[in-house]
């Protein structure tokens, strides 16, 4: 399978090698299976901005709480902590994957 992975964050492109990348998907990705009928997941599109977050699995938008909301955000801002180029505090976030 074809990934494909895009990643900004405070509208900064964040470079990522193998690892980054795959690391970022599978976590992206098991962060989705655990909301209500998300199904296989083909494309996703993951913006968190000033703490809203929203989610559009292949071309439909995901409904978030605002408890999901949360634990999506502390996880991928624990994700992103360590990557070069990431400034915080952390308003935005971009995550385009295409499992192509």
Do not use: W
């Not at 895009?6 to 962060?31: C, P, R, S, W």
């Not at 703490?51 to 699995?57: D, L």
Request: hydrophobic share 40%.
């Amino acid at each position: 399978m074809t990934t494909k992975l895009k990643l900004a964050v405070n509208d900064v492109q964040i470079k990522t090698d193998y690892f980054v990348q795959e690391f970022t998907e599978h976590t992206v990705i098991g962060m989705m299976g655990g909301l209500k009928g998300t199904g296989e997941v083909k494309e996703l599109t993951l913006s968190v901005l000033k703490g809203v977050v929203k989610i559009v699995i292949n071309e439909r938008p995901v409904p978030v709480n605002e408890f999901a909301s949360r634990i999506i955000i502390s996880t991928l801002e624990g994700l992103l902590k360590p990557l070069k180029d990431v400034t915080f505090p952390i308003n935005k976030i971009e995550i385009y994957v295409n499992r192509g």
